[in-house]
């Protein structure tokens, strides 16, 4: 089984930063894109941003220019550096990442348990 445990979440002012990680851990043969997703009350789970294997990167355009996605392959690990957040990125931010079990599986989207980032004004 494979399991996205994230951290680096919490509380930050207004124009603040954080950093938040996700580790996939279990058994697999490759994680093709990794990616963050956030969910605040009452709406749905958008797209934050995703890499994929090779390194390109795509971002929500309410993001743009102030969050960074980035991983390290031989940690199995995804990062999103969050700067000058505002009151609109308060959410869960959960990682998701398409992984391949076995040489000739096909890829399963797994998701992680979420990470509240609140932010105050």
């Known amino acids: 089984q494979v399991q996205l445990v994230e951290s680096g979440g919490g509380l930050v002012q207004a124009g603040g930063s954080l950093r938040l990680s996700c580790a996939a851990s279990?058994?697999?043969?490759?994680?093709?894109?990794m990616g963050w997703y956030r969910q605040a009350p009452g709406k749905q789970r958008d797209l934050v941003a995703r890499?994929?294997?090779?390194?390109?990167?795509d971002y929500a355009d309410s993001v743009k220019g102030r969050f960074t996605i980035s991983r390290d392959y031989a940690k199995s690990t995804v990062y999103l550096q969050m700067s000058s957040l505002n009151a609109e990125d308060t959410a869960v931010y959960y990682c998701?990442?398409?992984?391949?079990?076995?040489?000739?599986?096909?890829?399963?989207?797994?998701w992680g348990q979420g990470t509240q980032v609140t932010v105050s004004s």
């Open positions: 998701n990442a398409d992984v391949r079990l076995t040489l000739y599986s096909n890829f399963v989207s797994y």
């Open positions: 279990g058994r697999f043969s490759r994680i093709n894109g």
């Open positions: 890499i994929t294997l090779t390194g390109v990167t």
